[in-house]
C-alpha cells in the first residue's frame, strides 16, 4: 500500500485532497460541530477532545445532549466523519510521498497518517456506538484513546509534512542561483 501511495502520488492528486479534506474540515466546524457543542451545554464533543476525556467527563457529555443531538452526532456528525480521515490521511500519506523523492524519509513514514485515519474510524465506530448506550465505562476508555492515538498521529506527520517542506526549502533557498552559498 505504502508502495502503491509512494509512485501515484501527484502534486494535482495532492492539491485535491488537501483542498476536500479542508473544505468538509470547515463545514465540520462551522456546522455540525458548532450545533453539537451548542446542543451539549457548551461541552466538547468527543472528537475535539485531543487528549481524550475521562469516564466521567464522556457521561457527562452524553447526559448533557438529547436524543435529538445525538441523532444528530450520530447520523449527520459522523457520516461527514467518515469520510474525512480517509481524506487527510491520503493527503497526509501524499504528502510525504512527494517530499520522499526530494528529502530523505524512510518509507513507513507513510503510514503514519494511515494510522492517524484508522484512529479516527476506531473513534468514529465506539461513539457511535456510545450515543446509543449509557456510556460503559470500557468503552468510553477505548473510545479515549481512539482520540488521543488519532491526535498523536495526526500531530506527528503534520509537523513532519512541515518540517520536511521547511527543510526542502532551505535546501532550494541556499542551492539556487544567486542564493547565499551559491558562489561558495
Not at 4 to 23: D, H
Not at 76 to 105: E, H, K, N
Not at 171 to 182: E, I, S, T
Request: aromatic share 12%; glycine share 8%.
Amino acid at each position: 500500500m505504502l508502495r502503491w501511495i509512494e509512485a501515484t502520488a501527484t502534486v494535482r492528486r495532492v492539491t485535491l485532497l488537501f483542498i476536500l479534506a479542508g473544505v468538509l474540515y470547515a463545514v465540520m466546524m462551522s456546522v455540525t460541530i458548532t450545533r453539537l457543542q451548542r446542543a451539549a451545554g457548551g461541552l466538547e464533543i468527543f472528537d475535539m477532545r485531543p487528549l481524550g476525556y475521562t469516564v466521567k467527563e464522556g457521561r457527562e457529555l452524553l447526559s448533557a445532549m438529547s436524543s435529538g443531538a445525538k441523532d444528530f452526532y450520530r447520523y449527520v456528525q459522523i457520516p461527514l466523519d467518515f469520510v474525512y480521515p480517509s481524506l487527510l490521511g491520503l493527503f497526509g500519506a501524499g504528502t510525504l510521498a512527494l517530499l520522499r523523492r526530494r528529502v530523505r524519509l524512510p518509507l513507513w513514514l507513510l503510514a503514519l497518517p494511515l494510522l492517524a485515519a484508522l484512529f479516527d474510524y476506531l473513534e468514529n465506530i465506539f461513539v457511535f456506538i456510545l450515543l446509543g448506550s449509557n456510556g460503559p465505562a470500557m468503552l468510553l476508555r477505548i473510545a479515549s484513546l481512539c482520540s488521543v492515538l488519532k491526535s498523536t498521529f495526526t500531530t506527528v506527520f503534520l509537523t513532519l509534512i512541515l518540517v520536511s517542506g521547511v527543510t526542502l526549502f532551505l535546501k532550494w533557498a541556499f542551492r539556487r542561483p544567486g542564493g547565499r552559498h551559491a558562489n561558495t
